[in-house]
Nanobody, 121 residues
Framework: QVQLVESGGGLVQPGGSLRLSCAAS????????MAWFRRAPEKEREFVAE???????NYADSVKGRFAISRDKTQPTVYLQMNSLKPEDTAVYYC???????????????WGEGTLVTVSS
């Protein structure tokens, strides 16, 4: 019943920018935190950025200074602003959220299906 849906992926030139969005929907009681992961070609899924319910965001070293995660204050949505994109940023980007639904006492992780970002000339 709970779903995460990403949007905003596509083809962009090196040095360009792209903004990803992830919206949560369904029988949601609480969301503890939201984050972005990615899986580059021939690599395992890796952490990109995390936005806790409170406090400062966390970033992988490879994207610090270039990417910025933010969270809507009124809607269950998280964003990833990607600047100065490099070919090595090419990957499928996945949204993550720790969510407690209306029927459970303990939250569990949810994943979106991913959106493809291709950085190429």
């Amino acid at each position: 019943q709970v779903q995460l849906v990403e949007s905003g992926g596509g083809l962009v030139q090196p040095g360009g920018s792209l903004r990803l969005s992830c919206a949560a929907s369904g029988s949601i009681r609480t969301i503890s935190n939201m984050a972005w992961f990615r899986r580059a070609p021939e690599k395992e899924r890796e952490f990109v950025a995390e936005m806790p319910a409170s406090g400062s965001p966390n970033y992988a070293d490879s994207v610090k200074g270039r990417f910025a995660i933010s969270r809507d204050k009124t809607q269950p949505t998280v964003y990833l602003q990607m600047n100065s994109l490099k070919p090595e940023d090419t990957a499928v980007y996945y949204c993550y959220a720790l969510i407690r639904d209306l029927y459970e006492y303990v939250g569990r992780p949810y994943w979106g299906e991913g959106t493809l970002v291709t950085v190429s000339s």
